[in-house]
């Protein structure tokens, strides 16, 4: 018997899992304003002072560099050259900031 869950509950799952199981993937993000999407390994974040616990954690604290605002698209990606990617849905508080219209189907950007 095959057990499903539904895409909510697999990205709710996903973001309740501990940041460090993560390791030695880089997390991909895109601004809201179109600024250029920034790339950072989570062993960096890792091991900065009080890091992210959990996937959900680092959505929510994730924001542009060059204009503050919460992120449009995250995604993490198994290594540079990797063909593996995990998007990440935003919660549904931070979907609303990123571009006013809750629910707006995302764009594959990671892979232009």
């Known amino acids: 018997m095959a057990h499903t869950i539904s895409r909510e509950q697999r990205q709710r799952r996903l973001r309740a899992e501990p940041l460090s199981s993560w390791r030695g993937w880089l997390v991909y993000v895109r601004c809201v304003a179109d600024h250029p999407p920034s790339t950072q390994p989570l062993d960096a974040l890792l091991a900065l002072p009080n890091p992210p616990a959990t996937v959900g954690d680092l959505?929510?604290?994730l924001r542009c560099r060059q204009c503050g605002k919460?992120?449009?698209?995250?995604?993490l990606r198994q290594?540079?050259?990797s063909?593996?990617?995990m998007p990440l849905k935003l919660p549904a508080h931070l979907e609303e900031q990123s571009d006013g219209m809750p629910g707006t189907a995302r764009v594959a950007w990671w892979r232009r």
Do not use: F, I
């Not at 919460?70 to 995604?75: E, T």
């Open 59 to 61: 959505l929510r604290r």
């Open 70 to 75: 919460p992120p449009a698209g995250v995604a």
């Open 83 to 85: 063909q593996v990617w």
């Open 79 to 81: 290594s540079a050259r």
